[in-house]
Each structure stands twice: as structure tokens, then as C-alpha cells.
């Protein structure tokens, strides 16, 4: 995609996240700078405690008690949304921003019927009546893939499968029609022919609804699937942004190129695959200077003191390595 | 050489709704026969339901078959005696998905390694120490961990010690249920290939079972692909990716994200549905309700295995008919 | 026995335990409590003015004074020192019973958990059964067949009291057994005793550890009062609950002869409680890494 003259939807500048821990605090979302275009679908991509998803969720506020936002922004639609208070924030969730777990049962109630579950969100932000609301829902059900909805929509959650409660929740998040989808692993725990069903539901309705999609996966398969730009993270901070194309060909950053040739498919079988030494850092207390350098091939001694900015290299190609132009 | 041959191997668990009800039962293995040769690697692919950790516990006889043969070295897995099952245990391994639950959390890595030693060798301290020490580096450890217990290590560090467990007395077979799955990518890719170099270096056999076929397909030489409790196709590796002849193989295919964004667009086969219920498969063919290609006799009888070419198996009644080559020409392409 | 003691003083030594449990108030009291008591029971022969037995007609029913700390009794023993000594036998005796109500308990328990079926079926069977009775009524049944005396005292209160045992380590190793170490250790040729020894019960200790710290306080009480019915230790043994007996006749005269041996019970099931009940938040979820 890399348009260029596609509106910003999404503006997060400067923002860090740190968990407090008995043991210190860490720094899971380290000074973080992003912008996502409207209508766009962008992947942020790492390995696990990469920050990804601490990231993702910062924007709805949904982190978990332990977590502080010290600083920055995060502007939707010309509104910081960090500046604005819970119950301001409750009328955006749903409405127009929605998220989307790897576990459904984050947001699903067991307790309560599928069909009004789906319905709710219709009702607490377009204030229609619970009956419209419930049309509305099995409608959205059946649009889901969800075979007999009207049946379905009074069975209670358990009775779902997995692949189901996820559509379920899919539905459930996108009557309200928001402008941002925010999907965190959304098919991680799901089997391989369902992903492929769920992920095509997904850009499905986001080709439907216009919405711009933030997808958050350690896959790269998914990543080459779905999305048009891709942020890598490593360590609690974005190492490489641009768009997907660019990323898999010509990938500058040496923790995104060794992440991309891991990745088993690349390689014949039974020859080695290439790894990356070592493993990701303690985000208690992190590598000085540039975070990858402990296992990086190339790193110098500007690497160990002096951290690597984002810097753009070309048009959308954004990197933050001192020797990236070694790596072209 | 054959090490292992299983013959119409069978696993049904009672499943009692009630005090008063009929019991019913899940049918997680439903007969199913392979065999694999010394020094290969047998590759179990399947979804969930597909029966395919059953399968791997109970060829170990980690859970009781309820029928079958297994054969281990010509030796009838089902009939040994004390002693032979103690050889049977000391000549199979198992590595499993997650690597922190498959260690003792009170024992120390000295301890988990120094167990099987124990009960099989009569080692000395000295000899004991040895052996350890030289296992851990084999696998990548060092000395350093042999006093940790397992919270004190990372995900790729515990299944390091889970592999220098199985391995430790030199085993003939070792079976692997999803090892690299829990696994960050990076770490995968340094597990698989320490699993490969382990393999050439003790004439390991491997039954690696996993969902993904693209690990499948790094790992092994040949690959049985399960549903629903039964075997729809076999072959080498090279042959079910560029020649599948399944349905459900080929849209396992279909559906696995390629990393290449200039894939995207490919042709599919698409598959609706999901997985049957184990408790109550469907007549005929397991697959039928979600197969674009079924026909009427796909929902009255179930196909049988029949050999489609040398080392190439199928069940399914239209394989000499359909051919997917056409559809997946994308994706072959990029594997090879 | 002594692995699993030696495994008690691993998981305590293990500073972060110790941390965490210095910020219970109430463990803290508990323990210096216990610490408290122990102390007497251990220097009793140094701290005790006079011997337990020591008869004086002529100080007969003395109130506290600084010569007896606590008054005397009906035969002129000085109270204190008998309460010193008896602190070493309500520690013993409560010791002794929670060994051997966890020396039944826990291996009926274990194999409940770990085979199951019938053998399950039976133990919970007879489980049930024993904690249906009311305990006091048991052990008086087993005393008078018994005879007195506080070794038969020990061996029925720790007859009646198992059940808990057995149950928590019952639900306890079932929760594990399915877990895939246990497996593993199938796979690697371990037998059902070594399983159950070697990667189950140090896996369950927290909970016994917690049980056994809280039943303590049950059995001391218990065996007071079945001495003090008579049944257990016999004059001149200086038991608390004994003395209790003792002291009856003499409650509005000499009320001290009761007071203190009563205080002295309370605060040690009191001193086990508190710790008991802190032990258990600082043992139960941070050591529960499965």
C-alpha cells in the first residue's frame, strides 16, 4: 500500500508502558512512535514479551492492573485518548475502537446468552431498543459464518466451539461498526483450516466495513497473509516499520531478517534452518544501547552504548539499526 | 530396518454421561496402522480430534490400547514382561509440548537427568556425573544448570532438559508431541535443528507429532496425516507436497499462511466446517460434511487405505480421479 | 520423614519465602509465640524454680508471688514450673499426633489420588466414615479400650483426626497426576511408588505443610481434654490439661490453679493458628508454579 496521502487515524507518540513487578519494573513499551492510516491493515509482529501486545492494548486502555502508562500520546481522531477519563473512554470502546482476544472467553460471558452478548454493544452506544438490537445481532451471527443464528444466539458460550466463540466475539465487536479493529492473536489457538476460515472472515469485514485493522501476531505467515505494513518489534521497542512487501524482501533490520529466515518454510527440507543465538533480553533491566546487540552478527561498539533511533531509510521503510545499510 | 509397526491400532475412551445412561465412547484412535523404519522420521500431522497425541502416548503404551498390535523391534509391545517393559521404556523416549509441565517443578536438572540413569544403569556418583554433564552439552546446557530448578530457565532451556531426558540412556525411538510449538520462533528454529543433529549423530528415530505442517516438513521423511481418529493419507514428505491426494491434506495446505506476501492471492480450496465431534463421527467418510469434492458414496462408506503409487497411501474414494496439482501449483512452487 | 523435613527447611531457607512471610503480622506473632513456648519447654529444667513434682503441704493454694510466679496447687507444687514443663509435653504430644495422623492420612491418600477406582472408592469410603463420627466420642471409645495414659491418648486422637489429611492430598494428587511430569516419569521407567514419592507428594507439601500446622492446635486440645477427663496423662504428670482436672475443686479459691495452665493452652493453638493461617498464603500460591 505505503499511500501516502492516506489520513492518519492512529498517532502514537512517544509512549512508554512499564509493568510493576516485585522485582522491578518492566519496561514492556519502551518510548514507542507509530502512525496507522486509515483503512490500512498493519501487523505488529514479535516473539512473546516483545511488547506487542502491551502496545496493541494500551490504546482502549485495556492493560492489567500492574501496568503505567508514564508518557506519551496516543491521538484517535484528533482526541489523546490517554487524556481521557474511564467513562469517556467506555463510549469509545465498542464504538469505535474494538478488540478482538486470542481467548474469547475474555469477552464473552458465560453466564449469559450469546445472542444478547452480541446485542449489548448496539444497545450501550446507539441506545436502540434491546429487540432491534437482537435482530441486529443474529443478522451479524449469520454474517459471521454462524450456521442456524437464531438457534444459536440463545445458547450460552460453552456450548460453542472455539472457532464459533471466536466469530462470536468477532460479532459481537463489530455491530457497532468501529473504525479500528484491534485483533491480538486472534487465531493462535485456533486450528490451522479454522485460522484460515477466521482470517478470512476478518479481512472480509474489514473490506466490508471500511475499518482499518491492527493485527498483532508472531506469525509471519499471518503477517504475509493480511496485512499491508508491518511493525517488528523487539524488546519492547519498534525496530522496523514498512510496508509488507519491503519487509519480507528486503528486511534491514538483522533481528527481522534473522525472524524472517527462521521461518520454517523458507528453507528445503532437513537442511538447517538459521537461527538467531541466544534469547530475548530481561525487559527489567535491558541491554544498553541497541537491545538486539547481545545477539546480533553485526553489532560494533556504537551498538553497545548508543541506541538506534527509527529513522526513515526510504519511502514507509523505517529502521532502527546503526549498520543497516551493511545489511542491503 | 523396521523399528516400529502398528497394526489397527485402536483407542476408545468410555465416555458416561449418567449413572443409567449407555456409555458412549470417544473414538480418539480408530484404526490405524504404519510402520517406521530405523534412523527415519515419521511426521503425525492433524488438528485437533484428529487422535494424533493418543496415538503417540499410546504406541508407548503410556496409555493401554484397546486393541492392536505394536510391534518394537519385533518385540510385541502388548506382551512384554516386567523386564521387557522396562527395556521398552529404556529404548523409547518422550518429548512434549510444554516444556515446563513436563518437568518435575521440585527437582532439580541434576535430578531429572540423574532419575533415568538410576532406575536403568547401576552408575556410579562418578560415572552418573558424566554422563549428565555430557548430555547437557549435547543438547546445548552446560554445567551451569545442573543445580536450577525448572522456573529458574527459559521455555527453549526446559525443553532442552526434557530432550536430554529422552535421550539420555540412547533410545531407539523417541516420540515428540508438538515440541516447538509453545516455542518463540527463534528458539523453534534452534530446537529443530538440535533435534536433527541429535538424530544423525545417536540413529535416532523420531514419531514427531505436530499441527504444523510446515515443522512436518522440515523434520521428516515421511508424513501420516490424521482425521478424526484415522489415517487419510501417507507419504514422503516430498510427495504430499507436491502431490497430495487427500482433500484434507490439500486444504490443510491450502490454509497454512505462506510467508510471502506475494502469495496471498492464491488459489484455495476452501473448507467450511469444523472438525466432527469425537463422540459421534459422521457415516462414511470422517471428512465428507466438509469435503468440496464429496459424492454420494462418500457419506454411505468409509474409504479404505489403499496404495495410490509406491510409499504413497490415500483413503478416499475419488483419489485416482482428483488431482490438486493445478490448484496448489502456488504453493509447490514456493516449497521448492 | 526426614526428606520431607529436610524439604520444609528448603522451601523455608529459600529467602523470598522468608521475606514474604515476614510481612504477615499475624505469622510473625504466631511464631515468636511458638517460639516463646518452645523456649520454655526447652529450658524448662534451667528456668523452673522447682520440680514439677515437688510436693509442699505447707505452701498449699499460694496466689502469685515472686517467689511462685504462677501460686501453687492443692499439693503445694509451684504452678509455674509445672506449666514450664508441661509446655515440653503439649509440644511432644501435639507433634507425635500430627505424625501419625499424617502417617496414616497421607499415603491413604496417595493412593487414592494416583490408582483410583476401587482402591479409591474404598479409602474414600472408609474416609467419610471415620469423619462422620464426632471425634471426641471416638477417641474416648478407643481410650477406654486402651486404657489411660497419654501415649493411648496420642494414638486415638490421631486415629480420629486423618480424614482431613487424606482428602486434601487425595484432591491434590488427583490435580497432578494428569500432569504430563507425571507422564514423563512413566515414560522414563519409574514405579508407582517412586512417582508417588519422589514427584508427587513434594509436590502437594505446601498444603500438608499448612494442614499439619493447623490440626496441631486441635490435637493439643484434645489430648488436654481427654486428660482432663482422666484419660490421658496421669498425676504427677504435669499436663495442662491435668491440671485443669486438678484445679476444678479449687476454681473460686485458687483460681490461678486453672488460669494459667488454660492460658497457656489457648495461647499455644493460638500461636499455631496464627501461623498456620499465614503459612498458608505465603506456601499456597507463590509455590504453586503448576
Known amino acids: 500500500m505505503g499511500d501516502f496521502l492516506a489520513k492518519t487515524l492512529l498517532s502514537i507518540r512517544d509512549l512508554r508502558v512499564y509493568y510493576e513487578t516485585i522485582r522491578g519494573y518492566v519496561k514492556a513499551v519502551d518510548n514507542a512512535n507509530l502512525e496507522i492510516y486509515e483503512g490500512e491493515r498493519f501487523c505488529l509482529v514479535g516473539e512473546t514479551g516483545c511488547g506487542k501486545s502491551t502496545l496493541a492494548l494500551a490504546i482502549p486502555r485495556l492493560l492489567p492492573p500492574n501496568a503505567r502508562i508514564l508518557s506519551g500520546s496516543i491521538i484517535f481522531k484528533n482526541i489523546d485518548l490517554l487524556k481521557l477519563s474511564d467513562s469517556e473512554l467506555e463510549e469509545i470502546r ?44 443474529i443478522k ?41 479493529l484491534i485483533a491480538d492473536e486472534p487465531t493462535t489457538a485456533l486450528d490451522v483450516t479454522i485460522q484460515a476460515q477466521v482470517l478470512k472472515l476478518i479481512r472480509e469485514l474489514k473490506d466490508e466495513y471500511g475499518l482499518t485493522l491492527l493485527l498483532i501476531t508472531h506469525n509471519f505467515g499471518i503477517v504475509a497473509e493480511m496485512c499491508d505494513r508491518v511493525g517488528v518489534m523487539y524488546a519492547g521497542k519498534l525496530v522496523e516499520i514498512g510496508n509488507v512487501v519491503d519487509i519480507f524482501d528486503l528486511p534491514l533490520h538483522p533481528y527481522t531478517k534473522g525472524l524472517i529466515e527462521c521461518v520454517v518454510a523458507r528453507r528445503k527440507s532437513k537442511l538447517r534452518l538459521s537461527q538467531i543465538p541466544g534469547a530475548p533480553p530481561s525487559l527489567i533491566n535491558p541491554p544498553r544501547g541497541c537491545r538486539f546487540h547481545p545477539r546480533c552478527l553485526y553489532a560494533n561498539r556504537r551498538c553497545v552504548s548508543e541506541e538506534p533511533q527509527l529513522i526513515e531509510v526510504s519511502r514507509g521503510h523505517l529502521v532502527a539499526c546503526h549498520n543497516y545499510e551493511s545489511n542491503r | ?122 552408575y556410579d556418583e562418578k560415572t552418573c556425573s558424566e554422563v549428565i554433564v555430557k548430555t547437557l552439552e549435547e543438547v546445548g546446557l552446560s554445567e551451569e544448570h545442573l543445580m536450577r530448578y525448572p522456573h529458574e530457565l527459559s521455555g527453549g532451556q526446559q525443553q532442552r532438559v526434557a530432550i536430554a531426558r529422552a535421550i539420555i540412556l540412547r533410545p531407539l525411538l523417541v516420540v515428540l508431541d508438538e515440541p516447538t510449538s509453545s516455542l ?147 504453493i509447490i512452487s514456493f516449497f521448492t | ?108 491418600g496417595l493412593l487414592a489420588g494416583f490408582y483410583g477406582g476401587r482402591i479409591d472408592k474404598f479409602i474414600s469410603a472408609i474416609t467419610d466414615l471415620i469423619w462422620a463420627f464426632p471425634p471426641i466420642i471416638l477417641a474416648l471409645a478407643i481410650v477406654t479400650i486402651l486404657g489411660p495414659g497419654l501415649t493411648n491418648v496420642v494414638i486415638a486422637v490421631a486415629v480420629v483426626s486423618w480424614a482431613p489429611y487424606t482428602r486434601v492430598v487425595r484432591a491434590k494428587t488427583l490435580s497432578i497426576v494428569s500432569r504430563e511430569f507425571i507422564i514423563a516419569a512413566r515414560a522414563i521407567g519409574e514405579s508407582s511408588l517412586s512417582i508417588m514419592l519422589r514427584y508427587i507428594l513434594p509436590n502437594i507439601l505446601p498444603p500438608i505443610i499448612v494442614l499439619a500446622t493447623l490440626t496441631i492446635p486441635s490435637a493439643i486440645l484434645y489430648t488436654t481434654a481427654l486428660s482432663f477427663l482422666g484419660f490421658g496423662a496421669q498425676p504427677p504428670t504435669p499436663d495442662w490439661g491435668l491440671m485443669l482436672n486438678e484445679g476444678r475443686d479449687y476454681i473460686f479459691m485458687a483460681p490461678w490453679c486453672c488460669v494459667f495452665p488454660g492460658l497457656f493452652i489457648t495461647l499455644t493453638a493460638l500461636s499455631f493458628n496464627l501461623l498456620g493461617d499465614a503459612l498458608r498464603e505465603v506456601l499456597d500460591p507463590k509455590l504453586r508454579y503448576g
Request: hydrophobic fraction near 40%; charge should be positive.
Open chain 1, 94 to 137: 465498542g464504538r469505535d475502537i474494538a478488540v478482538v482476544f486470542q481467548n474469547p472467553m475474555r469477552s464473552l460471558n458465560p453466564v449469559l446468552r450469546v445472542g444478547p452478548q452480541v446485542a449489548e454493544p448496539l444497545v450501550a452506544h446507539f441506545k436502540t431498543t434491546w429487540r432491534e438490537a437482537l435482530v441486529s445481532a
Open chain 1, 140 to 180: 451479524q451471527l449469520s454474517r459471521v459464518g454462524i450456521p442456524d443464528p437464531e438457534l444459536r444466539s440463545r445458547d450460552y458460550p460453552h456450548a460453542f466451539s472455539g472457532g464459533m466463540k471466536q466469530r462470536a466475539m468477532i460479532a459481537m465487536m463489530t455491530t457497532c461498526k468501529p473504525s479500528l
Open chain 2, 1 to 122: 530396518m523396521r523399528l516400529l509397526e502398528v497394526r489397527d491400532l485402536k483407542k476408545y475412551f468410555e465416555f458416561k454421561k449418567g449413572i443409567l445412561s449407555k456409555p458412549q465412547y470417544i473414538r480418539a484412535v480408530d484404526g490405524v496402522s504404519f510402520s517406521v523404519d530405523k534412523g527415519t522420521t515419521l511426521g503425525v500431522v492433524g488438528e485437533s480430534g484428529s487422535g494424533k497425541s493418543t496415538l503417540g502416548l499410546t504406541i508407548l503404551r503410556l496409555i493401554e490400547p484397546t486393541s492392536g498390535t505394536i510391534l518394537f523391534n519385533g518385540r510385541d509391545v502388548m506382551r512384554l514382561s516386567n523386564e521387557g517393559l522396562k527395556w521398552f521404556r529404556r529404548s523409547t523416549g518422550i518429548v512434549f509440548q510444554d516444556p515446563y509441565s513436563s518437568l518435575n517443578p521440585r527437582m532439580r536438572v541434576k535430578e531429572i537427568l540423574e532419575r533415568p540413569l538410576k532406575i536403568h544403569t547401576d
Open chain 2, 184 to 330: 518463540d520462533v527463534s528458539v523453534q528454529a534452534q530446537i529443530l535443528n538440535l533435534l536433527l543433529d541429535l538424530q544423525s549423530k545417536h540413529e535416532l528415530t523420531y514419531i514427531f507429532i505436530t499441527h504444523d505442517l510446515l515443522t512436518a516438513r522440515h523434520i521428516s521423511d515421511y508424513i501420516m496425516v490424521m482425521y478424526a481418529g484415522k489415517v487419510v493419507e501417507y507419504s514422503t514428505t516430498r510427495e504430499i507436497f507436491t502431490n497430495p491426494k487427500h482433500p484434507y491434506t490439500v486444504s490443510l495446505l491450502s490454509s497454512i499462511p505462506i510467508p510471502d506476501p506475494k502469495l496471498r492471492s492464491r488459489k484455495r480450496i476452501e473448507v467450511t466446517g469444523e472438525p466432527p465431534s469425537p463422540l459421534n463421527p459422521p457415516k462414511g467418510c470422517r471428512f465428507h460434511p466438509r469435503c468440496p469434492y464429496a459424492i454420494e458414496i462418500c457419506k454411505l462408506k468409509e474409504p479404505e487405505l489403499l496404495k495410490y503409487s509406491k510409499e504413497h497411501i490415500v483413503a478416499c474414494h475419488r483419489a485416482s480421479e482428483l488431482s490438486f496439482t493445478e490448484l496448489l501449483t502456488d
Open chain 3, 1 to 108: 520423614m526426614i526428606y520431607l523435613i529436610s524439604e520444609k527447611i528448603k522451601l523455608l531457607s529459600n529467602s523470598e519465602t522468608l521475606k514474604l512471610f515476614l510481612t504477615y503480622k499475624r505469622g510473625v506473632v504466631g511464631l515468636l509465640l511458638l517460639f516463646l513456648i518452645a523456649f520454655l519447654a526447652l529450658t524448662a529444667d534451667f528456668i523452673a524454680p522447682k520440680r514439677f513434682d515437688e510436693i509442699d503441704p505447707s505452701s498449699r493454694l499460694l496466689p502469685p508471688s515472686i517467689k511462685y510466679f504462677f501460686g501453687t496447687d492443692h499439693l503445694g507444687r509451684d504452678i509455674f514450673s509445672r506449666v514450664v514443663y508441661g509446655a515440653r509435653i503439649a509440644l511432644w504430644v501435639g507433634l507425635l499426633v500430627v505424625l501419625v495422623e499424617a502417617g496414616i492420612g497421607v499415603p491413604l
